[in-house]
């Protein structure tokens, strides 16, 4: 078959898919409509992991272990522990609190406790001891700083260590948690609809092949090829997935759009929003949304077509 002859017979087939797709328009706005639900709810799943993703990672650079000094720690006992505490691998940065500092810093806290404030002020500047701040990368990891400033070498100078705000891991906790039910939830979610739109696929195509009978019988004795006559139904359910996908991304960024934008100054969602807004990973999503729904509709097409065409290849 010559090039030219390849191009209009691709031509061809395009044409009589999209024609196809019209013919029964309910069960078209019916697979489709399904599978813009199955897309909306996987696109969704993405911002919501990543948006957890980065609330987390955000409150976990709050939560931070303190090591607290003695009164006897000199100031080379004191680089010596921090240089010590920095060489481990799950260890960001390690800043050194002065008692003056740690006064102010708990001051400002309860600033408008003014029982608290004279409380303070009468104990002394000596009343907190300097310490250790630490922000590490691996919340889970944190307990070995307890155990890596307990060993004898250091017992001259460490006082105690704590272990971040209670109140704050309990966040990260639940945010974790939340984000392991979306992830569950909406693969659950996504693979039934899936398989929901498979089967009206499958059906749509059964009953076009069905309706056109006659016609496909005619191609068979006038010598129509095999792919010739299944390329039309495939590209019939190929299209539901390019219009699902684009609906689909199209719902999604919407969201985006409206509620990203009355949150994108906190901190725990401002990066999420940034990323998603950048036009690069706009096109990415929406070629996502769209091939994943021309897979779904292809694969429907084609078991639809093994079971009720069943062409010879000649």
């Known amino acids: 078959m010559s090039t030219s002859r390849r191009f209009y017979t691709t031509i061809r087939i395009l044409k009589s898919g999209a024609v196809n797709l019209f013919r029964n328009a309910w069960l078209t706005v019916a697979a489709t409509a399904v599978m813009v639900v199955a897309l909306s709810i996987i696109l969704l799943a993405v911002v919501l992991n990543v948006t957890a993703n980065n609330a987390i990672s955000e409150l976990a650079r709050d939560l931070k272990a303190s090591i607290y000094l003695t009164n006897s720690a000199t100031d080379e006992d004191i680089v010596t522990l921090r240089d010590d505490v920095q060489s481990l691998d799950f260890v960001e940065a390690v800043d050194y609190v002065s008692q003056d500092q740690a006064q102010k810093d708990l001051a400002g806290d309860f600033e408008n406790d003014s029982e608290i404030l004279q409380a303070l002020a009468l104990a002394g500047e000596d009343a907190l001891p300097a310490s250790l701040r630490i922000t590490v990368s691996d919340l889970e990891r944190m307990p070995e700083i307890k155990e890596f400033v307990e060993q004898d070498q250091y017992s001259d100078s460490v006082e105690s260590v704590s272990l971040g705000q209670t109140d704050a ?42 309706t056109r009978r006659d016609e496909i019988s005619i191609m068979k004795l006038i010598g129509a090829t095999p792919d010739y006559i299944r390329g039309p139904f495939l590209v019939e359910a190929s299209l539901y997935g390019v219009i699902a996908g684009f609906i689909a991304c199209g719902i999604a960024y919407s969201l985006v759009f409206s509620m990203g934008k009355k949150v994108a100054d906190q901190p725990e969602f401002s990066q999420t929003y940034t990323f998603f807004t950048q036009p690069n990973i706009i096109i990415v999503m929406a070629l996502s949304a769209i091939l994943v729904g021309i897979l779904i509709g292809a694969v429907s097409s084609m078991m639809a077509m093994e079971r009720h065409l069943r062409l010879k290849n000649w």
């Open 169 to 210: 891991q309990t966040t990260i906790d639940r945010a974790a948690a939340a984000q392991r039910f979306i992830n569950i939830g909406s693969i659950l979610a996504a693979s039934v609809l899936s398989v929901v739109s498979i089967m009206i696929i499958f059906n749509t195509i059964r009953m076009a092949i069905y």
